[in-house]
């Protein structure tokens, strides 16, 4: 670490929240990650409680050339933050709705779960992400891919202000006609252009929608999901879906009927009636038998239960890719490595339906990229310690390659995780102007490349 104990002091006397190095009390309980196979291991760490903090940490940072990391719930974390000033955000709690204008603020430690249960209060509702334990803030820089994107789009589409510090240490109130540069790149590049603190979006109207899970066994797998792939050209923009095959271990927190066996898991999110609903999921229903069939008349306020992701850490190594059509051949090939008897290692194989708004450039364009030839995202989640790491990712890799007939060979940013740090590898979320244009613009606002604790855009 390039500082020394003055400057430490110096930077103490200058923050609200803690300021930690390795050994103090305290320094540990600031780093845990959702994904335990990332290890954070900062020279220092601040616990921000306000923007001023914030600064603070920036500008020691760049006045001792130590790069720095953001770390919030840890859901996105992918690049250890050795050696680095780790900014912690989760004390940034601040979560403001104004039910009349429908729009809402959220500092960076919120978390979906706080939001929804405000927001369902008031008949409100925004582009969430599946998993209610991560932020609103770092989920919606990545772009935020959710339960209503279909619909909806991505969250970046509805984020009309964002408070963000630079690698000047300035606090900056950015949007379209304050900064249009910026606020376009920060909207889908993540952490690459600075510390956003606080953020600013539309919300649209919402009270109940109808939607849920239902849980098939492994053996109709084929069946759920070639009828998935013909059922999707049919339905309208309000229905979002996805089908994930899970194989979820024999834990106290997966339901009895579920642990240690293969599952179709079907989930639905529909902004439509539950009469018309229930008519376009009775194909399914007619397949057979489901285990579990959670699918009905549901609040906002439980949209976790669609996906059901879990909410303890748990050590994960994932990955993707995007395709442009699903034919037979290509659900044919995703069954034969990762349905019945494959001996696939995967706890999660998901094929979840793009396009509809997710297609559409929004009426603020970002840098959210990879929209007109997307129709579905694959995702691909294994769960293991360290020496099972290799095997896993190329159990993944393999996957991915036998779906390349198909594959646009470009990736979601936030399905970007620590097998993806490659130099380069950033550049399969973004099209190639976009990518030139971003790299511009981390020339003119980060120059010293302040900001690489993440999928990194280097100018």
Do not use: C
Not at 281 to 309: N, W
Not at 397 to 409: H, M, N, R
């Amino acid at each position: 670490m390039n500082a020394n104990a003055v400057d430490v002091a110096t930077l103490r006397a200058a923050v609200t929240g803690p300021v930690l190095l390795a050994g103090d009390d305290g320094y540990a309980e600031e780093l845990p990650t959702y994904n335990l196979t990332v290890v954070h291991t900062p020279a220092v760490v601040v616990g921000a409680t306000n923007a001023a903090d914030v600064q603070a940490a920036v500008r020691f940072a760049a006045a001792h050339d130590l790069p720095v990391a953001v770390l919030g719930a840890g859901h996105g974390s992918s690049v250890p933050s050795a050696g680095a000033v780790l900014i912690s955000t989760r004390r940034l709690a601040g979560l403001s709705i104004d039910e009349t204008a429908r729009t809402a603020r959220v500092e960076a430690g919120v978390r979906w779960s706080e939001f929804v249960d405000q927001a369902s209060k008031v008949g409100l509702a925004a582009p969430n992400g599946s998993s209610p334990t991560v932020t609103v803030v770092g989920y919606t820089l990545g772009g935020g891919l959710g339960p209503f994107g279909r619909r909806h789009g991505y969250a970046a589409d509805h984020v009309t202000a964002l408070d963000v510090v630079t690698a000047d240490g300035e606090l900056r109130h950015v949007t379209v006609d304050s900064e249009p540069d910026l606020f376009w790149a920060l909207r889908g590049a993540k952490g690459n252009f600075g510390v956003v603190v606080a953020i600013e979006f539309t919300l649209f109207p919402l009270v109940a929608f109808y939607g849920g899970g239902i849980f098939f066994p492994g053996e109709l797998a084929a069946d759920v999901l070639h009828l998935f792939r013909e059922w999707v050209k049919t339905v309208p923009e309000e229905m979002s879906a996805s089908v994930g095959l899970l194989h979820l271990p024999p834990a106290p927190f997966v339901p009895e009927p579920l642990r240690d066996r293969l599952v179709a898991h079907l989930r639905i999110t529909y902004l439509g009636g539950p009469a018309d609903g229930a008519v376009m999921v009775a194909p399914f229903r007619e397949l057979g038998t489901p285990i579990i069939d959670a699918v009905g008349p549901l609040p906002y306020s439980a949209i976790a239960s669609v996906h059901s992701d879990p909410v303890d850490p748990l050590p994960l190594y994932e990955h993707g890719t995007l395709l442009r059509d699903l034919p037979a051949e290509a659900v044919d090939e995703f069954l034969r490595l990762a349905g019945p008897g494959s001996g696939s290692p995967l706890v999660l194989a998901e094929i979840r339906h793009m396009g509809g708004a997710l297609s559409r450039a929004p009426q603020l364009p970002n840098a959210v990229g990879n929209r007109d030839d997307t129709l579905f995202n694959v995702f691909l989640v294994a769960a293991g310690g360290p020496p099972d790491a290799a095997a896993l990712h190329a159990y993944e890799q393999q996957v991915v390659d036998a779906l390349a007939p198909w594959s646009t060979g470009r990736r979601y940013l936030n399905f970007l995780f620590a097998g993806d740090t490659a130099p380069g590898t950033a550049t399969l979320a973004y099209a190639p102007e976009s990518w030139e244009r971003l790299v511009g613009l981390k020339r003119r606002y980060d120059p010293q490349n302040l900001f690489r604790i993440n999928h990194n855009i280097v100018g």
